[in-house]
């Protein structure tokens, strides 16, 4: 019997975008002690259920997206640990209603307001860190991502984010 675990599906940006966000995110972790992550926009996250399983929902899904772009906006900070330090993403139509289109595929209900972001880092920090990390970084990061596929992820809240690791690449509009 197949095991049931938590799962995420995630943007993650290919290319130079994924190499100058990666050495960015890992810059701070270093820096501060914190955990190095993959860079990434959540579309959901605590997915649950057998691999085989949503590996097929996931097949499905990718299937009915078109290829398409998001924009980068502001870093941000809040209080959440998986939040402390992000770029906010643009709503746009094409990633709201590829949020929607997973919740519905995956069947999830009752989630909470989706604010798409892609974390920078991970952990508590005081307020008055957080906004000197802001302003020591500057823009230094891509205004735009092309978003050609969707990632099933092996993540759970309850792990260590160094042990996260991605199951199945899913190419968009195939």
Known sequence: MEQI??????????????????????LISCMYSTPSFI?????????TGSENTLISK????????????ISLTT??????????????SERSKELI?????TKTIFNIKNRKYYMPHMSLMYGNLPFHLKKKIISD????????????SIHLVSASVETDPTTWHNVKEFPLGH
């Open 75 to 88: 870093i941000e900070y809040s209080d959440e640990y998986f939040r402390c330090l992000f770029i906010k």
């Open 39 to 47: 860079p990434h926009i959540t579309i959901l996250g605590r997915v």
């Open 97 to 101: 209603n590829l949020h929607k289109k």
């Open 137 to 148: 970084m500057g823009k230094g990061y891509p205004e735009h991502i092309a978003i050609k």
């Open 5 to 26: 675990r938590d799962y995420a599906l995630w943007i993650i940006p290919d290319g130079e975008t994924f190499r100058d966000l990666k050495k960015r995110i890992d």
């Open 58 to 69: 996931g097949i499905c899904l990718s299937s009915i997206i078109r290829p398409f772009h």
